[in-house]
């Protein structure tokens, strides 16, 4: 082995772990030997054409988004970095009377899939038939729980309206499947079902038989779940869960998440439901949390934001939601499954909105109609930070997943201590990550790290990174290559900054890295290297160190022999994408949200112009729907252009502070005794807003954005409820788009019950110093246009 040139202390040393050679044909999973693009399940990853294949899966409920805003939300889905989709498939919605059932309008499963894969994504089909979700009943139709049938079980009488439903749902899969060529690779039974498995295996029995075919089955796992082999166990992770205590400041589970760990399950997800439910009390001490050697860790529900519930209202940030995300990474995940992905609204039956709630005997009162989930992509398509920051993690895993799902963890700091550096190695032996952060919640932040250096044992070389001690500051979560190829002769030995992504252009290949504000660039080159434009050498040890001339951004190249490197700033890094535009993949830096769908480029502005590079540089882009004018390109080798949109914003009102007359006093309810949410809104302040008709028309989307204190608020038009809100610190978003005439004529009213602190209703510490009463410090019309770009190379 060779010697470390820059000793470090002992607890900065950690020796990465080989992994074994992988368990095959022991789970009875993945397609038959010789299907096209077969998917195997081994015990250390998924397979796809027999290379490790790290999928990226976000929920999406397609029956909770209007169908023709379905294309939107997928395409950034898929801009976001996304392969695969998952969707419930709520029972109430398509079998709202016994064996009367509905697929039309947004309820067509089969045309969102059809959808999805014209997108370039794979779809999860959860089928419950318990899904939860927040839904009435879990998903179940009034029906079925007023039969009084032994459900989730197996009970005869049960599993044969289980048949039925399954039965609706396989026809319209038909031709879709991956064994058929389809987009649709797997499908999980039931959810959160914790003591059940011989029915779990008997609902992928009874969906085998009637003709369902994927490679992946699956059930989740946490809780101490019991599930049968038969079934793929995937696992969560929330940094926060409305479902606590009104008492609970922060639970538990949520600081465990951000820390490295092997340990895959959570006792705590579900636990309100698993008590209040099923009477189901998990002492930590019975359940062994351990990893099975013969499973791959696989997640289905990474928290993508965090709902609220009325008596406890969480406020997950944008950095909590990629921490927490890159931590798994760390920590052996070789699927990261987001819940939720993209948000929307609850569903309207015969009994009203079907939302949880005391009155049907759940634990949790949450919004009637909102089920924004503060998710990557709001209820009305709202593209907020976590979609920016998890899309860098995701066109890494697309660059160099494969590699990274082979690779073994090894953790070399997990304990609550907040000094102590935490850190994991994922390795092959040979090359690796290396993951360090200093990040946690505001309301227990970690230490930053001076000087700091790390020492990884690799097979063959010990690689110390950085190569002089470095500060590390608080708040940062990143994941720096170790031995990663270049080109076949060049070696990245280590870097502080991280992959994103590589592409090709007409000069060659570019990789591009991140750095991380705060944290000095840094590379090291096996061997000796001529290093040349934005970057400076010096000898390392037998290695090359390059040091950037100037600034990160989108004109750093590093020139190396055969490979140029870009190192762009952290919020260069937050514009950029990879999609494919005319015909072939493109850098896009675009200061409004993009996505890529058949070959041209589709924005989505609330500002009234945008700018808009791509590298390899097409040679013109133009649209049919707006002005489009060449720009000062931000940096040699890119193309640039400003596109002017017709968004922007409007302000409505500013400065109120309505008066409730008579609010209700609080209540509580539900099994476990919780604060109720008010239903009576005739003492509540009421505030009419007149909306010029021109701020709803001529434009993709409008919406209202509410800033406002207070407890509930909900919006309506004429008389019927369009939104409502649990105030929880951030802005409360309507789309207007639907009811554009209406509003026209009549404008909205909100109706605004009064923040009282004695209620006991959590709301996080940084916005809990508010007044009592109701404030409204500003209302806007938001205009979101969309702009479909063309791209257009030279004629040859």
Same mark, same amino acid.
């Given at each position: 082995m060779n010697t470390d040139v820059h000793p470090v202390p002992a607890a900065q040393r950690l020796r990465a772990k080989v992994p074994p050679p992988p368990r095959r044909g022991h789970l009875p999973l993945g397609d038959p030997e010789g299907t096209a693009d077969r998917i195997e399940i081994t015990s250390g990853s998924i397979e796809r054409a027999g290379k490790p294949w790290f999928p990226i899966t976000g929920e999406i409920h397609y029956s909770r988004l209007p169908r023709d805003r379905w294309s939107e939300v997928l395409g950034h889905a898929r801009a976001g970095g996304l392969d695969t989709v998952a969707t419930y498939l709520l029972w109430q919605a398509h079998e709202p009377q016994p064996g009367q059932f509905r697929w039309d309008d947004n309820l067509d499963l089969r045309a969102f899939i059809e959808l999805a894969a014209r997108h370039g994504l794979d779809v999860i089909v959860?089928?419950?038939?318990?899904?939860?979700?927040?839904?009435?009943?879990?998903?179940?139709?009034?029906?079925?729980?007023?039969?009084?049938?032994?459900?989730?079980?197996?009970?005869?009488?049960?599993?044969?309206?289980?048949?039925?439903?399954?039965?609706?749902?396989?026809? &319209?899969?038909?031709?879709?499947?991956? =064994?058929?060529?389809?987009?649709? *690779?797997?499908?999980?039974? #039931?959810?959160? $079902?914790?003591?059940?498995?011989?029915?779990?295996?008997?609902?992928?029995?009874?969906?085998?038989?009637?003709?369902?075919?994927?490679?992946?089955?699956?059930?989740?796992?946490?809780?101490?779940?019991?599930?049968?082999?038969?079934?793929?166990?995937?696992?969560s992770a929330y940094a926060d869960g409305f479902w606590e205590d009104s008492a609970t400041e922060w639970p538990d589970f949520a600081a465990f998440h951000f820390r490295y760990s092997e340990v895959r399950d959570d006792l705590t997800v579900?636990?309100?439901? &698993?008590?209040?439910?099923?009477?189901? =009390?998990?002492?930590?001490?019975? *359940?062994?949390?351990?990893? #099975?050697?013969? $499973?791959?860790?696989?997640?289905?529900?990474?928290?993508?934001?965090?709902?609220?519930?009325?008596?406890?209202?969480?406020?997950?940030?944008?950095?909590?939601?990629?921490?927490?995300?890159?931590?798994?990474?760390?920590?052996?995940?070789?699927?990261?499954?987001?819940?939720?992905?993209?948000?929307g609204t609850q569903r309207r039956g015969a009994h009203g909105t079907e939302q949880e709630s005391h009155a049907t005997g759940y634990p949790n009162d949450v919004p009637t109609l909102s089920y924004d989930f503060h998710a990557p992509v709001g209820e009305h398509g709202q593209v907020r930070r976590h979609h920016h920051l998890l899309r860098r993690q995701h066109l890494w895993l697309a660059t160099d997943g494969s590699e990274l799902a082979a690779m073994r963890t090894t953790v070399g700091g997990g304990s609550e201590d907040p000094s102590e550096l935490r850190w994991s190695v994922r390795s092959d032996g040979h090359r690796g990550y290396l993951f360090l952060t200093t990040y946690q919640s505001a309301r227990r932040p970690l230490d930053a790290q001076p000087g700091l250096q790390v020492a990884v044992e690799l097979d063959d070389a010990v690689v110390t990174v950085p190569s002089r001690p470095t500060d590390v500051p608080v708040g940062v979560s990143v994941a720096w290559p170790l031995r990663y190829p270049l080109t076949d002769g060049l070696v990245l030995r280590s870097a502080?900054?991280?992959?994103?992504?590589?592409?090709?252009?007409?000069?060659?290949?570019?990789?591009?890295?991140?750095?991380?504000?705060?944290?000095?660039?840094?590379?090291?080159?096996?061997?000796?290297?001529?290093?040349?434009?934005?970057?400076?050498?010096?000898?390392?040890?037998g290695h090359t160190a390059v040091d950037l001339v100037g600034a990160p951004g989108p004109g750093a190249f590093v020139e190396l022999p055969g490979v140029r490197v870009l190192v762009v700033d952290e919020e260069t890094a937050n514009h950029l994408y990879r999609l494919e535009i005319a015909g072939r993949d493109r850098l896009v830096l675009a200061d409004a949200p993009v996505y890529g769908f058949d070959g041209g480029l589709v924005a989505h502005p609330d500002t009234e112009s945008v700018t808009v590079s791509l590298l390899p540089a097409p040679a013109s882009l133009t649209s049919e729907h707006a002005e489009v004018v060449v720009a000062t390109a931000v940096a040699t080798p890119w193309g640039t252009w400003t596109v002017r949109t017709g968004a922007g914003r409007r302000t409505l009102a500013s400065g109120l502070r309505p008066h409730a007359a008579a609010p209700p006093e609080p209540a509580r309810g539900g099994?476990?005794?919780?604060?109720?949410?008010?239903?009576?809104?005739?003492?509540?302040?009421?505030?009419?807003?007149?909306?010029?008709?021109?701020?709803?028309?001529?434009?993709?989307?409008?919406?209202?954005?509410?800033?406002?204190?207070?407890?509930?608020?909900?919006?309506?038009?004429?008389h019927e409820v369009v939104s409502d809100h649990f105030w929880h610190g951030r802005a409360w978003d309507l789309d207007l788009t639907p009811w554009r005439e209406r509003v026209a004529r009549d404008g909205v009213t909100l109706e605004l019950l009064p923040w009282r602190s004695d209620t006991g209703v959590w709301v996080d510490p940084s916005v809990r110093d508010v007044p009592e009463g109701i404030t409204v410090p500003s209302v806007e019309i938001v205009r979101v246009a969309k702009v479909v770009l063309v791209a257009e190379e030279a004629n040859p």
């Open positions: 959860r089928m419950g038939p318990w899904a939860h979700g927040e839904a009435r009943y879990g998903g179940f139709p009034d029906w079925l729980v007023e039969r009084g049938v032994a459900t989730r079980t197996n009970d005869t009488d049960y599993l044969e309206l289980v048949r039925r439903f399954y039965g609706q749902i396989i026809g &319209r899969l038909d031709g879709l499947t991956h =064994v058929e060529g389809g987009p649709v *690779v797997g499908a999980q039974m #039931d959810n959160e $079902l914790y003591d059940q498995p011989q029915h779990l295996a008997m609902l992928r029995t009874i969906a085998e038989d009637l003709g369902l075919r994927v490679p992946i089955w699956t059930a989740t796992g946490w809780g101490g779940a019991q599930v049968p082999e038969s079934l793929l166990p995937l696992y579900g636990a309100d439901l &698993r008590e209040a439910l099923d009477g189901i =009390v998990l002492d930590p001490s019975a *359940v062994r949390l351990k990893d #099975d050697a013969a $499973l791959p860790f696989a997640t289905c529900e990474l928290g993508g934001g965090m709902h609220a519930a009325y008596h406890r209202r969480p406020l997950v940030t944008s950095e909590d939601v990629a921490a927490l995300a890159l931590a798994k990474i760390g920590s052996g995940s070789i699927w990261q499954g987001y819940y939720m992905y993209a948000g502080t900054a991280q992959l994103v992504t590589r592409i090709a252009d007409d000069a060659g290949e570019i990789v591009v890295l991140s750095a991380t504000e705060g944290v000095p660039v840094e590379l090291v080159l096996e061997g000796d290297v001529d290093v040349r434009g934005a970057g400076t050498a010096r000898p390392d040890g099994p476990m005794d919780r604060l109720s949410a008010p239903r009576d809104f005739s003492g509540a302040a009421r505030v009419q807003l007149d909306v010029p008709g021109e701020l709803v028309a001529d434009v993709d989307r409008a919406l209202m954005r509410v800033t406002w204190t207070g407890d509930v608020g909900r919006a309506l038009v004429g």
